[in-house]
């Protein structure tokens, strides 16, 4: 029964749209739904970067990124939008215990080289603290990590996104005046779906797509210095072909990389693979 009042319904606004668009009425704006920042802040360009599926490393490629334009002379900062599943601080050696705050705005975290981040982490008494929000909530505090942080002056402003396609990332396309993203993945079969899924996110949102970083694409060994893929032979060269993009980067596996997250030194980890995914966000090599 509720689904035939639906179609129903569906039916006769389709056959109302029809009648206006023939009489030439004009069709009524799309709503706005863009959270203006506040009267302390001013920022410049937001960079998204997403991926379809979890545990690809995109939170490491968000800080490399941000480290790299940081060391390119520009003003940087990351929202940490993976709410319930923060990791940002700690890649930066940066512990929670609540946050200053300054004219009724939150005071962001300020790192080593001075990368400002906001993540639900800083709130948190103990970093070991579950965030047990439901989805109406987590939107809003993105929105308010947004607009009620003393942001100051920046040139680029990191969004780091939880995977997949939900309430999140949908409020930040919608909220956040988002120029590009980049979609981060990794080798495995299932990564043509993926990857498909969230282009077709940003395409139906009208948010440009960057390009793909392939994280976890190869081990190089030390001694013979061959290239070993541990995780299937990369596709991500005929996925981008697919969909018109640009191969970004292909992430080693390293050890380096996971000890730089673990001891909170990420932003002095040298990563020449990514200088082109850098390249493309400032248009500086």
């Not at 939008?81 to 890649?91: L, Q």
């Not at 498909?196 to 210095?225: H, T, W």
Request: hydrophobic share 40%.
């Amino acid at each position: 029964m509720k689904s035939e009042i639906c179609t129903r319904g569906v039916m006769m606004l389709e056959k109302q749209e029809k009648h206006e668009a023939k009489k030439g009425m004009p069709k009524p704006p799309k709503p706005d739904f863009q959270v203006p920042m506040n009267g302390e802040s001013q920022v410049r360009h937001v960079i998204g970067v997403v991926s379809g599926k979890g545990g690809v490393g995109k939170s490491l490629i968000t800080s490399l990124l941000a480290s790299g334009v940081r060391a390119q002379g520009f003003s940087v900062g990351i929202l940490d939008a993976d709410v319930t599943g923060p990791s940002i601080p700690r890649a930066f050696g940066i512990r929670g215990g609540g946050l200053g705050g300054k004219d009724k705005l939150m005071v962001p975290a300020t790192t080593a080289t001075g990368i400002k981040l906001i993540s639900s982490n800083l709130l948190l008494e103990h970093e070991t603290d579950p965030v047990i929000w439901r989805g109406p909530v987590i939107a809003n505090v993105v929105k308010q990590f947004w607009s009620e942080v003393l942001w100051g002056a920046l040139d680029y402003l990191f969004v780091d996104m939880p995977p997949g396609t939900g309430d999140v990332p949908l409020t930040v396309f919608q909220s956040l005046p988002v120029e590009g993203v980049v979609i981060v993945t990794s080798p495995q079969e299932l990564v043509s779906m993926i990857v498909a899924k969230a282009v077709n996110m940003a395409r139906q949102m009208n948010i440009p797509i960057l390009g793909l970083v392939e994280n976890m694409s190869y081990f190089q060994c030390p001694d013979c210095g061959g290239r070993h893929s541990v995780f299937g032979e990369s596709h991500i060269e005929e996925i981008a072909a697919e969909h018109g993009l640009k191969v970004l980067a292909k992430v080693p596996i390293d050890p380096k990389n996971a000890r730089a997250v673990d001891e909170g030194s990420v932003e002095y980890l040298e990563a020449p693979w990514l200088a082109d995914a850098v390249a493309s966000v400032t248009g500086k090599k």
